[in-house]
T-cell receptor, first 116, second 109 residues
């Protein structure tokens, strides 16, 4: 299957700082990328959907000014957690959909964010 | 509203067979996915069903009945490495994935 690379895999940051997470599709063009967060023992929660070249669509309850998403190219999307707080500590996962294949999405490795 | 139901946890014995059920109610249907997720890792794709019937892939099989809004994942010859969470997800009419909460499968020797 297609490869999605997410970086970093783990990050620890101080409260009040910002953290950027990158998601790259390595061997296909991803017109749509999805950002999820997952708390321990819970399922994936969709945060936002981003389409290349346009603004992201955020799910209800997700602060767009806190979770900045940029999808500037067909192979890269970034999620920036601004002014991070301990409650933002979570597992963040990106998923990318191949331009020509609507019915399957591929996941990055995930990023474990810990805010201290 | 949209809803995906699957058991929270199941336990099975190494070498045995286990069936994980998933029922769904969604606005439209464009396929059902099963993913495996080990603790601390991202989900990995297992199967995709869009037509009724059974899809077999090695030790894993997935079944779909669209009229019943029902699917199951069947795991045969269980191995210790199969201990993981199994996520059922349905793609709705907008091609958005609706996720179940996942079933934690515990394999005992």
């Amino acid at each position: 299957g297609a490869v999605v690379s997410q970086h970093p895999s783990r990050v620890i940051c101080k409260s009040g700082t910002s953290v950027k997470i990158e998601c790259r599709s390595l061997d296909f063009q991803a017109t749509t990328m999805f950002w999820y967060r997952q708390f321990p023992k819970q399922s994936l929660m969709l945060m936002a959907t981003s389409n290349e070249g346009s603004k992201a669509t955020y799910e209800q309850g997700v602060e767009k000014d806190k979770f900045l998403i940029n999808h500037a190219s067909l192979t890269l999307s970034t999620l920036t957690v601004t002014s991070a707080h301990p409650e933002d500590s979570s597992f963040y996962i990106c998923s990318a959909r191949d331009h020509g294949v609507v019915t399957e999405a591929f996941f990055g490795q995930g990023t474990r964010l810990t805010v201290v | 509203g949209q809803n995906i139901d699957q058991p929270t946890e199941m336990t099975a014995t190494e070498g045995a067979i286990v069936q994980i059920n998933c029922t769904y109610q969604t606005s439209g249907f464009n396929g059902l996915f099963w993913y495996q997720q080990h603790a601390g890792e991202a989900p990995t794709f297992l199967s995709y069903n869009v037509l009724d019937g059974l899809e077999e892939k090695g030790r894993f099989s997935s079944f779909l009945s669209r009229s019943k809004g029902y699917s199951y994942l069947l795991l045969k010859e269980l191995q210790m490495k199969d201990s993981a969470s199994y996520l059922c997800a349905v793609m709705d009419s907008n091609y958005q994935l609706i996720w179940g909460a996942g079933t934690k499968l515990i394999i005992k020797p």
